[in-house]
């Protein structure tokens, strides 16, 4: 049973560019979340995709963007780099309970995507 | 609001000693909380989590994490440590539902096992 891939693990930015990260959620979730891991720090959550919509959203300013796919997979966008967007991306997937969201669900998480931002 | 405060952020113990990891929380509703362990180089990996049942709640690996309301604490332990311990551990905190439902995480605490 394949967990939650992501794609590319490592990539070398200059600032001002544009990234697209890409993750695939373990088979039978139906949301995923991003989070913004930077060093010596705990995951930050960017935002979570249910059914295609953007579903919440934390302190992240407009270049961060997403977009869920109908097979469930989901992109993380950021445009105009900052040198502060260095970090690790973490996706996280998890299954959307019967009346909504809870805090109870569990993420599976991947391994991530390594940005670094010259 | 939630936050989630990790005390210490280096621990380092001796290979068959207590290993005790110390978390606290904050939070406006009723909380769900967890405890993540990271691997160089790869993803969070559950340990356990609490969602209001026992308050003692057994993990995977020997960990276990035991809720204190009224210390508002989460902490974490583990008998014996194993040197396959060392690790970064993150304590996390989320709320029954609305828009509680994301995990706030803290700092994170790295676990050093000597021999």
């Not at chain 1, 001002?16 to 705990?42: F, I």
């Not at chain 1, 934390?58 to 966008?77: A, I, K, T, V, W």
């Not at chain 2, 356990?48 to 009224?70: C, D, Q, R, W």
Request: charged residues 15%; neutral net charge; hydrophobic residues 35%.
């Amino acid at each position: 049973d394949a967990g939650v891939t992501q794609s590319p693990t490592h990539l070398i930015k200059t600032r001002g560019q544009q990234v697209t990260l890409r993750c695939s959620p373990k088979s039978g979730h139906d949301t995923v979340s991003w989070y913004q891991q930077a060093l010596g720090q705990g995951p930050q959550f960017i935002f979570q995709y249910y059914e295609e919509e953007e579903r919440q959203r934390g302190n992240f300013p407009d270049r961060f963007s997403g977009h869920q796919f109908p097979n469930y997979s989901s992109e993380l966008n950021v445009n105009a780099l900052l040198l502060g967007d260095s970090a690790l991306y973490l996706c996280a997937s998890s299954l959307a309970m019967i009346g909504g969201f809870s805090g109870a669900n569990v993420l599976t998480f991947g391994a991530g995507s390594r940005l670094t931002v010259l | 609001a939630q936050s989630v405060t990790q005390l210490g952020s280096h621990v380092s113990v001796s290979e068959g000693a207590l290993v005790l990891l110390r978390c606290n929380y904050s939070s406006s509703v009723p909380p769900y909380l967890f405890w993540y362990v990271q691997y160089p180089n790869q993803g969070l990996q559950l340990l356990l989590k609490y969602t209001s049942a026992a308050t003692l709640v057994k993990g995977i690996n020997g960990f276990e994490a035991e809720f204190k309301k009224s210390e508002t604490s989460f902490h974490l332990t583990k008998p014996s440590a194993h040197m396959s311990d060392a690790a970064e551990y993150f304590c996390a905190v989320s709320g029954a539902g609305g828009s509680n439902y994301k995990l706030t995480f803290g700092k994170g605490t790295l676990l050093t096992v000597n021999p």
